[in-house]
Every structure is written in structure tokens, then in C-alpha cells.
């Protein structure tokens, strides 16, 4: 499966944003999909995920963006949407999607656990 991220951009703290996952060459709904972010000197964190028909339909969230943060899916499309409001600068990333169809329930949160990830796409937000 192939994954394309979009939708980052230059924001201001409180403001909201999309982001978006399409995935190609495979049927999504079979995935586990997740969204990890990096900023500069740390390491990939996990942020939501969406554990598609494998997992139940769940969903998770760190703590840090929980309540601002829901991740939904659109199978039709074949895409997982992070919605993102009330950003403040903490948020300011690069955020990738990952997916796997087979991912153990301890290990969702954890890089490793993906085999498929996208391009990344940046989020800056501004005080």
C-alpha cells in the first residue's frame, strides 16, 4: 500500500487543521492507521490512531491531544482524516501516517509496528 500525507501548513496557535492519508494499491478498511509526528531533535511520537476492522473500529490518542485531536475514517475513499484544532506551538511537526494490517494491541503506538508510512507533511504553529 502506498500512503500520501497532506494538508499541513502555517497556523496560529488556536487554529485548526486537516490532515489527510489516501492510500493506494490496497483496501484500507483492513488497516491499522496511525499518525506519529516528529519535530526536530526528538523523536517520532505517536498521535492517533484508527485501528480500522482488524482492531474493532477503535480509536486511541495520546494524551497530549486528546479532546483537540479525532481521527475518522472514509473508506470510499480509501483515506484517514486527522483533525486537528486548537493547535498551540507543542503541536508544530511533521506528521506522518503509517498503517499495517497486522499490528499487535501493545504496539500501536510504537514506529515499528508500521510498515507503510507517508511522506510527511509539516505543521508549524505559531504563538
Known amino acids: 500500500v502506498q500512503l500520501q500525507a497532506s494538508g499541513g501548513g502555517l497556523v496560529q496557535a488556536g487554529a485548526s487543521l486537516k490532515l489527510s492519508c489516501v492510500a493506494s494499491?490496497?483496501?484500507?478498511?483492513?488497516?491499522?492507521v496511525a499518525w506519529f509526528r516528529q519535530a526536530p531533535g526528538k523523536e517520532r511520537e505517536f498521535v492517533a490512531l484508527s485501528a480500522g476492522s482488524r482492531g474493532g473500529w477503535r480509536t486511541s490518542y495520546a494524551d497530549s491531544v486528546k479532546g483537540r485531536f479525532t481521527i475518522s475514517r472514509d473508506n470510499a475513499k480509501n483515506m484517514v482524516v486527522l483533525q486537528m484544532n486548537d493547535l498551540n506551538p507543542g503541536d508544530s511537526a511533521v506528521y506522518y501516517c503509517?498503517?499495517?494490517?497486522?499490528?499487535?494491541?501493545?504496539?500501536?503506538?510504537?514506529?515499528?509496528?508500521?510498515?507503510?508510512w507517508g511522506q510527511g507533511t509539516l505543521v508549524t504553529v505559531s504563538s
Open positions: 494499491g490496497s483496501t484500507f478498511r483492513d488497516y491499522f
Open positions: 503509517a498503517a499495517d494490517r497486522r499490528v499487535i494491541a501493545s504496539s500501536t503506538r510504537n514506529p515499528a509496528a508500521y510498515d507503510y
